[in-house]
């Protein structure tokens, strides 16, 4: 066996637990009197609906907008009454949607559902709290999404070029022209922004424009020609779905109205923060009991586990938390929950394995160093193949009930945030365990036998000395 250098284990050992403190408490600091937060921690989670609970708003057409004759737009000031309800589409109500959604994804928010009742032109939405909030206000929580979306084009330096209300119509298409049977984005530009559209074209061909909504990029294709005639063709990687969500976002921006608040309230959890507090407790019972088996049934190969697997729990807080302050955070239900500790015994289950493997080399009569060298290799296979299997099961449960989920149809769009976030969590689980219980576990347990104290069969699960 290629031995590792011994210093290797204590310097890992320390990154691990070093890591697991950022992840669990996170990184705070002050600015005066303002506190910052570098690091996020197990504090600073979103929690779901089912948890904390959250905010349920109706959002209906407020103000009809109008074109100036700079091509801007502005707003009336009455309310959109009956008549102007009735000129307002089916397609106008899923473009507003679609804002709602799209600034929710924006912000880390997972956990929500939203409907849209073309009948009586409402969208209902419901979504948690904020992690940190403490007034419990719905009417500040729905604020953001109420306000009006603004939609941008934006050049390669990220200057705006254009924006919203230059824009006709946006909707999907199929492109079966020279057998390329592609979906796409048909952008229709109105007459104002025909000519800005020409201008700009021309001044970036061959180069990106991005598209925004708000401050959330929704798509960055490159121009390709000079487009004078005031219709474009947005290509790339589209199936249906996609190609009529970015139609329906860009449309978003170009509303012929303003969203308002029509009702709006409080929804209580189904959990409550005292069973949160208690599950929080359980698990530090349940992670002292499994390390105490692992140390005293495996010793060493159980003692690096038990690193392996704190390791591995921080690294899936640090996935749901996003950890760095660039990303937003991700909102966690009790069905994530039970991701994370489905996760969790995975990972003993690959330790154990790797340790009762390296125990059948010692009986089968090899030395320590083949022992462990034998161990961890015939476990491997087993290990990733069962872990691949999760994985698989794990993306097709992100991609069918994640945002832009496919069977919403069939199941309904309620179950998207829950069913998500056991995917999500289950997945990052399992990548951790790859990297933490599997990589990190072998590297350490390959260096440690190298301690000269430590070089006993019957430290490592063998019956000699």
């Known amino acids: 066996m290629k031995r590792i250098p011994k210093p290797v284990f ?28 570098a690091i996020k921690g197990l504090s600073d989670i979103r929690w779901g609906i089912d948890i904390r609970g959250g905010v349920e708003a109706t959002f209906k057409p407020d103000e009809v907008k109008s074109a100036d004759s700079d091509g801007s737009a502005t707003a009336d000031s009455e309310d959109a009454d009956d008549s102007d309800n009735a000129q307002i589409t089916d397609e106008q109500i899923d473009s507003a949607k679609s804002i709602i959604e799209t600034r929710m994804v924006s912000q880390g928010i997972t956990d929500y559902e939203l409907f849209a009742d073309y009948g009586s032109k409402r969208i209902i939405v419901r979504f948690p709290w904020k992690e940190d909030e403490t007034d419990f206000d719905p009417v500040s929580a729905v604020d953001e999404l109420a306000a009006t979306a603004h939609l941008s084009f934006r050049n390669p330096n990220g200057e705006e070029v254009m924006d919203g209300s230059a824009v ?6 199929y492109n079966t022209e020279s057998g390329k049977n592609e979906y796409m984005v048909l952008l229709e530009l109105n007459s104002e922004g025909k000519q800005k559209f020409a201008d700009i074209t021309q001044e970036y061909l061959g180069k990106p424009i991005s598209i925004y ?53 409080g929804i209580s959890p189904t959990l409550g923060q005292n069973s949160l507090t208690a599950m929080g407790y359980a698990a530090i019972i349940a992670f002292i009991l499994i390390a105490l088996f692992m140390i005293i049934r495996y010793r060493v190969p159980g003692f690096i586990a038990v690193i392996a697997l704190v390791g591995q729990m921080a ?33 003993v289950d690959a330790n154990i394995i790797t340790a009762e493997r390296i125990k059948e080399e010692f009986r089968s009569g090899k030395t320590l160093d083949s022992a462990i060298e034998k161990g ?21 449960l992100l991609l069918v009930f994640g945002p832009s989920n496919i069977l919403s149809i069939i199941f309904g769009q309620s179950t998207t945030g829950t069913i998500y976030a056991f995917g999500y969590t289950l997945l990052m689980g399992t ?12 590297v350490m347990l390959k260096s440690v036998v190298g301690i000269k104290c430590l070089r006993k069969k019957w430290l490592f699960g063998g019956a000699g000395k």
Not at 376 to 396: C, E, F, H, R, Y
């Open 10 to 37: 204590f310097i890992v050992a320390v990154l691990i637990l070093l890591f697991a403190c950022s992840a669990f408490i996170g990184v705070k600091y002050y600015e005066g009197d303002v506190q910052q937060t």
């Open 168 to 173: 006709a119509s946006a909707k999907a298409g």
């Open 213 to 265: 909504m708000d401050d959330t990029l929704l798509s960055a294709p490159t121009v390709k020609s000079h487009i004078t005639d005031g219709s474009a063709q947005i290509t790339g990687n589209f199936d249906a779905e996609s190609a009529t969500k970015l139609a329906n976002q860009i449309n978003g921006g170009a509303l012929p109205f303003t969203l308002k608040v029509a009702s709006y309230s």
């Open 315 to 347: 690294l899936s807080v640090a996935a749901v938390t996003r950890y760095f302050g660039v990303f937003n955070s991700f909102t966690m239900t009790l069905p994530g929950i039970a991701g994370l500790i489905l996760s969790v015994g995975m990972g």
């Open 376 to 396: 961890t290799k015939n476990s491997l296979s087993a290990i990733i193949d069962g872990n691949m299997t999760v994985v698989i099961v794990s993306i097709i």
């Open 431 to 442: 990548i951790s365990n790859f990297i933490m219980g599997v990589w990190l576990s072998r």
